[in-house]
């Protein structure tokens, strides 16, 4: 079946203590993607990536990282999570550019304490 | 810069009920037009898309249709059930520079009763 893979679903930590959210798509797409997802605000984009080791940042990078070394696994990385990062995350993943839509994971509720 | 604006909601509806949902947008280019839908604890799926002015996309009886002359991709939907309670986000898509850009409206959530 062809998904996006995201995981955990659901965590809580601690102000600054580092965490790794995983991202893994089946579909050989090249374009991936990071978005938040709160209230009012719908989702905003964190990071994209457009192949292997090619990535940049979207639209509210700071306090996260992202690193694409192979095509499948896109991980987002939060150094020192700190409580406004409590969010909805998505991973998303695209065949190309424009024309074709985007196929979203299942989401990881991220609370930060 | 681009943007898409949907109508606030919830948009609550009975059964069999007649649905529109708007959405508009302001971007540089020719941008491709996408509704996603998120139903409850899940992520968005991706319901119709058009590619084009005057392209009309759809999927599970719902419809909509790029209109460059209005800026305008409304989400339409002849007889909604309980089962189309979900959010729908209204999406473009569009190059900048090198990548694709999506941009993502607000979101508006529709409550279908029975």
């Known amino acids: 079946e062809a998904q996006v893979t995201q995981n955990p679903r659901y965590l809580i930590t601690v102000t600054g203590k580092k965490l790794t959210v995983t991202c893994s798509q089946n579909m050989n797409h090249e374009y991936m993607s990071w978005y938040r997802q709160d209230p009012g605000l719908g989702l905003r984009q964190i990071y994209y990536s457009m192949n292997v080791e090619v990535t940049d940042k979207g639209d509210v990078p700071e306090g996260y990282k992202v690193s694409r070394k192979e095509k499948r696994n896109f991980p987002l990385i939060l150094e020192s999570p700190s409580p406004n990062q409590t969010s909805l995350y998505f991973c998303?993943?695209?065949?190309?550019?424009?024309?074709?839509?985007?196929?979203f994971g299942s989401g990881t509720r991220l609370t930060v304490v | 810069g681009d943007s898409v604006t949907q109508m606030e909601g919830p948009v609550t509806l009975s059964e069999e009920a007649f649905l529109t949902i708007n959405c508009t947008y302001t971007a540089t280019g020719y941008p491709s037009l996408f509704w996603y839908v998120q139903y409850p604890g899940e992520g968005l799926q991706l319901l119709l898309k058009?590619?084009?002015?005057?392209d009309k996309g759809s999927n599970k009886g719902f419809e909509a249709t790029y209109r460059k002359e209005t800026t305008s991709f409304h989400l339409e939907k002849g007889s909604v059930q309980v089962s189309d309670s979900a959010v729908y986000f209204c999406?473009?898509?569009?190059?900048?520079?090198?990548?694709?850009?999506?941009?993502f409206g607000t979101g508006t959530k529709l409550q279908v009763i029975p």
């Open positions: 999406a473009l898509s569009e190059r900048s520079g090198g990548y694709q850009k999506v941009t």
């Open positions: 998303a993943s695209s065949r190309g550019p424009t024309d074709y839509g985007y196929t």
């Open positions: 058009a590619t084009k002015a005057d």
